[in-house]
């Protein structure tokens, strides 16, 4: 697993001098790089304490990025987790439908449709508790992109435009395509309409969602050109809410199959839950996720390594290394403990 053995390296001399205490890291003796504040306290109290660490008060029409979950997963973030830190900020629950069913017999659990979309998000207990909007319900817009080598634009949900803050609020996961799922993913895929998705998953060659293309070599050819534009996008919703009045990035390393929230029936959980991790560059947030799992002993209760394979197969890292190289944020970082 050659990029694996690359960013273990990259983790070991960013945490140079540095020891794990329960596969911890600690933080550096010199300061490099972007904040990455941890807490191994996985409670609504914590979510609102590293929320506060950030330094960054989300103000305005604020939303909370997050993937509600296809109907049958169980490992979703929940809403008694969460829901402290949203009634802080006052935040709306946002999300746009997918561009994929979950096959015959299971249409009551895919969110390919605003209709059943709502079902799914009242089942697992969002709407009796926020509100939620799904951005795509009543079209779709375009946003700038800065890198252009797949995507010309970023597709997203039409409601964005009414939002001033975001909190990307990201479940750390593996994923069948992107290899894991973190921050980029969830402000790239997440924030995309389903016309979007697959504008993305097809490094800019499908506009327009095609149920009967999906899967084949037009909507997957090019696994590399995929995760750049997935970083492109990311960057663009990033830039959209700077632009504004502001965005900042959780990750909650919990429930971690190989699988993403997307998928109706996931891989069992193989991981212990970490903690959360947040920062005010999803670079570094994803690359720190990153190299923590990398970091993990084999034990009865704890084996990184099905999700350190889907990761290496599907080249996930990519994403990291091409968000960095188009200027979204930077790879270096130090661990800030708040604990």
């Known amino acids: 697993m050659k990029k694996f053995a690359f960013a273990s390296l990259a983790a070991l001399l960013m945490l140079s001098g540095c020891k794990t205490n329960n596969?911890?890291?600690?933080?550096p003796e010199e300061q490099d790089g972007a904040t990455v504040y941890v807490t191994r306290d996985i409670s609504p109290e914590a979510l609102v304490k590293i929320y506060e660490a950030l330094g960054v008060k989300a103000e305005g029409n604020v939303a909370v990025k997050i993937s509600t979950g296809e109907g049958s997963n169980p490992n979703y973030l929940k809403p008694e987790l969460i829901r402290l830190l949203v009634d802080n900020v006052n935040g709306t629950i946002v999300e746009c439908n997918t561009a994929y069913g979950s096959g015959p017999g299971n249409e009551q659990d895919e969110r390919t449709t605003s209709a059943n979309h709502w079902k799914v998000i009242e089942r697992h207990g969002f709407t009796p508790l926020f509100h939620v909007d799904i951005m795509d319900e009543e079209g779709e817009m375009r946003i700038p992109v800065r890198d252009t080598t797949h995507i010309k634009y970023d597709i997203v949900g039409s409601h964005m435009a009414g939002y001033d803050f975001m909190i990307a609020l990201n479940h750390f996961k593996g994923h069948p395509m992107g290899g894991y799922g973190g921050a980029l993913k969830n402000l790239s895929i997440g924030c995309a309409s389903a016309n979007g998705k697959a504008y993305i998953h097809s490094s800019g060659k499908m506009e327009q969602l095609d149920i009967a293309k999906l899967w084949t070599p037009e909507f997957i050819?090019?696994?590399?050109g995929f995760l750049e534009s997935m970083a492109a996008a990311a960057q663009a919703v990033t830039d959209y809410f700077r632009g504004k009045k502001g965005i900042v990035y959780i990750n909650v390393m919990n429930n971690m199959s190989i699988d993403c929230d997307c998928v109706d029936h996931p891989e069992p959980v193989k991981l212990e839950?970490?903690?959360?991790?947040?920062?005010?560059?999803p670079v570094a947030l994803d690359q720190a996720c990153i190299d923590i799992i990398n970091q993990q002993q084999v034990s009865a209760t704890n084996d990184p390594t099905d999700l350190l394979g889907r990761i290496d197969k599907q080249h996930g890292v990519h994403t990291i290394e091409h968000a960095e190289a188009i200027g979204l944020g930077t790879r270096k970082y130090h661990i800030v403990s708040i604990d």
Do not use: K
């Not at 596969?23 to 933080?27: K, L, S, V």
């Not at 050819?221 to 590399?224: C, I, L, M, P």
């Open 23 to 27: 596969n911890q890291p600690t933080e």
């Open 221 to 224: 050819g090019n696994q590399e």
């Open 273 to 281: 839950d970490y903690g959360i991790l947040a920062s005010t560059d």
